[in-house]
């Protein structure tokens, strides 16, 4: 049984590498736990370095509040203001960001979670979006991580506050037809979501980024002696990152 399931695992490594025409680029995130055991590894006390879908439940849980609060602004906007622009636009700019795979080319494209051989992401952070681009080993370049920084993470999670704060003061400015209530539930709604941002913001932080395997991501926390251990472990990803300029320390 346990040659059977080797087989499957060494086919499934071959059909990666025949994808993405690489020469085997598979991280030992997806490489079979025993390696882990064998190796006496415990660097997954650390890092999230495998696939665990409590991770993954934690972290859509904790987008829930901001992007309900978010739709519910730009609704808001819509219906008292009459315009409809800011809501569509998010919903546009959420299509080009994830199924449109633009944070995968930024960003997913060089973490190690992007190896396997399946053709939608399975990591913590993002889930059964397509993979329109060839895994990197290398690192974000710069424009790579200014697009991420300001655009995908930034731009994104802030859409709705400026529509919020909009919409608040549009109604103060015409109160005889909107009155108090309504402004204050407007201005309730702009402290909740800025409140969700912060909340969204702070768990990344201190939850998901100080143990995430995409060292090179501008939002990594990860302390640079645990990232030089998972790329000893990973020959492919630690050449590509030291001939790119990055510089391991002893391990």
Not at 99 to 118: A, F, K, W
Not at 136 to 147: D, T
Request: charged share 20%.
């Amino acid at each position: 049984m346990s040659e059977e399931k080797n087989l499957k695992a060494t086919q499934k490594k071959e059909k990666s590498a025949y994808m993405w025409g690489i020469d085997s680029y598979v991280s030992c995130t997806w490489k079979d736990r025993s390696n882990c055991e064998n190796d006496n590894c415990d660097i997954s006390r650390t890092l999230a370095c495998r696939w665990d879908p409590k991770e993954y439940k934690f972290a859509l849980i904790g987008q829930m509040p901001l992007v309900f609060l978010t739709i519910l602004s730009l609704m808001m906007t819509y219906m008292i203001t009459g315009k409809i622009w800011p809501y569509l636009s998010w919903w546009c700019w959420f299509l080009i960001i994830w199924p449109l795979g633009l944070e995968t080319l930024v960003l997913c494209r060089h973490c190690p979670y992007y190896t396997d051989s399946r053709k939608t992401l399975t990591c913590w952070a993002l889930r059964f979006m397509p993979k329109w681009w060839k895994p990197s080993p290398k690192p974000m370049n710069r424009l790579e991580k200014f697009v991420f920084q300001y655009l995908v993470w930034d731009l994104s999670q802030i859409w709705g506050l400026p529509f919020a704060a909009y919409t608040s003061i549009y109604i103060v400015m015409n109160y005889q037809k909107f009155g108090a209530a309504l402004l204050a539930a407007m201005i309730g709604i702009f402290i909740c979501l800025a409140m969700s941002i912060y909340q969204f913001f702070h768990i990344m932080k201190v939850h998901n980024c100080s143990r995430c395997v995409a060292f090179s991501c501008p939002k990594n926390q990860v302390p640079k002696k645990y990232a030089d251990q998972y790329l000893e472990r990973n020959p492919v990803m630690k050449e590509a990152w030291v001939r790119d300029g990055y510089e391991m320390d002893e391990v």
